[in-house]
């Protein structure tokens, strides 16, 4: 019995949704890509950095296409100006929500938790770079981030409940208690106040402090060196951590040795092996 040709595939169609990413427009904030390592900056200090309508939809979509981006391998979120982001801009977003009716607020809030969801699955390690005022959905684009860089005067606060809303924002009681812990998680979504940047680090809620003068330059280096990494296997690594959480530990043991063995399957593993015994630094690719 003879087997039939089978028709070699094409990767070039697989990979046909992927697109550089570099020379995106951005409307609403500042964006820049270089070797790997995007960086957006929400620009308007004048107001420390407050989101609209029109930004949040940006950065849900923009979040969504980094799925598919071909020269990002790492994201630093940060903001112009000695602050991170203020929230929803008061006369924006605050004063036109109270005249919505309660379909319209669901799509509001359904649209706020997409740019979350897309921040977590997307592959890129995110990075927040985070100075003075980090406040309601800024605390949250910190919060959704991979890693968080602060500095001593950085004041984070989910501030919902002074606007009579619940903590409950964007997944904040999803995330923040697996960042902080239930019992301080519940202290700053109950009350609202300020995280200052040494109280957020020894909570584990920043990664480290920096000067605000070095801030933005240890993120960008810290996201240099994630993108010369195993890209691929970061995005694994990313992966594993976020769909864990509803895991059982047997689950996840299993999950972890099946996302292994497909690690191990890239060339990126067998350069490292060769890299070792040849007692050089890999050159990762990626793939």
């Given at each position: ?12 169609l ?12 951005a ?35 923009l ?130 106040r ?6 957020a ?28 990494g195993?890209s ?56």
């Amino acid at each position: 019995m003879t087997t039939p040709d089978v028709p070699r595939m094409d990767p070039a169609l697989l990979a046909g949704n992927q697109k550089p990413f570099g020379d995106y427009q951005a409307e609403h904030f500042q964006w820049s890509v270089r070797d790997g390592v995007a960086t957006i900056v929400l620009n308007r200090p004048e107001r420390k950095n407050p989101l609209t309508f029109s930004s949040y939809a940006e950065l849900r979509d923009l979040f969504l296409g980094l799925r598919h981006a071909s020269d990002v391998k790492a994201v630093v979120v940060t903001g112009a100006g000695g602050n991170f982001c203020s929230g929803g801009d008061v006369h924006e977003i605050i004063g036109p929500l109270i005249r919505l009716t309660a379909p319209e607020l669901l799509m509001f809030t359904r649209m706020t938790g997409e740019l979350v969801k897309n921040m977590r699955n997307c592959p890129q390690p995110i990075i927040a770079a985070v100075d003075g005022v980090c406040a309601g959905a800024g605390a949250i684009v910190a919060m959704s981030s991979d890693m968080r860089l602060g500095t001593a005067r950085a004041k984070t606060a989910f501030l919902f409940n002074r606007v009579g809303l619940a903590g409950c924002d964007m997944g904040a009681c999803a995330i923040l208690p697996r960042i902080i812990g239930q019992g301080r998680a519940s202290d700053l979504l109950y009350t609202g106040r300020a995280l200052g940047g040494e109280e957020a680090e020894r909570w584990g809620y920043f990664n480290r402090l920096c000067t605000p003068e070095a801030l933005l330059g240890e993120a960008q280096a810290l996201a240099a060196e994630l993108a010369a990494g195993p890209s691929f296997a970061n995005g694994i690594t990313k992966t594993m951590l976020h769909q864990e959480w509803s895991m059982t530990i047997e689950q996840a043991i299993e999950a972890e040795a099946q996302a292994q063995t497909i690690c191990m399957m890239t060339e990126d593993f067998s350069r490292a092996y060769h890299a070792f015994v040849a007692k050089q630094k890999p050159v990762f690719q990626g793939n």
